[in-house]
Nanobody, 124 residues
Framework: QVQLVESGGGSVQAGGSLRLACATS????????MGWFRQAPGKEREGVAG????????FYADSVKGRFTISRDNAKNTAYLQMNNLKPEDTAMYYC?????????????????WGQGTQVTVSS
């Protein structure tokens, strides 16, 4: 059974930082691209950041570029999202996902496996 489990969410003030982790099991993690998506109440799920299997290529949504950093530790089968300079508009449920490929964008249809999400709340 493929499982992705997010952790690290919480409540912070604007300007603060959080580090999300996505622990994976039950599939070939090292051959998959990893992505982070988020969904705010009343909005569609959107791609935030992605990373290829070897870690050499990353993608960021314009809204988080320069503030968020995605990384992966393949020895631990874990992906991370370092979030700095958080803003209230970053408030959302954050989901980890695994898929076969992405390039210039993150589309949820390109990701086959999903975690249950971790809540990030940023207050002003």
């Amino acid at each position: 059974q493929v499982q992705l489990v997010e952790s690290g969410g919480g409540s912070v003030q604007a300007g603060g930082s959080l580090r999300l982790a996505c622990a994976t099991s039950g599939y070939t993690y090292s051959t998959n691209c990893m992505g982070w998506f988020r969904q705010a109440p009343g909005k569609e799920r959107e791609g935030v950041a992605g990373i290829h299997s070897g870690g050499g290529y990353t993608f960021y949504a314009d809204s988080v570029k320069g503030r968020f950093t995605i990384s992966r530790d393949n020895a631990k089968n874990t992906a991370y999202l370092q979030m700095n300079n958080l803003k209230p508009e970053d408030t959302a449920m954050y989901y980890c996902a695994a898929g076969s490929y992405f390039r210039s964008s993150l589309d949820k249809t390109d990701f086959s496996y999903w975690g249950q999400g971790t809540q990030v709340t940023v207050s002003s």
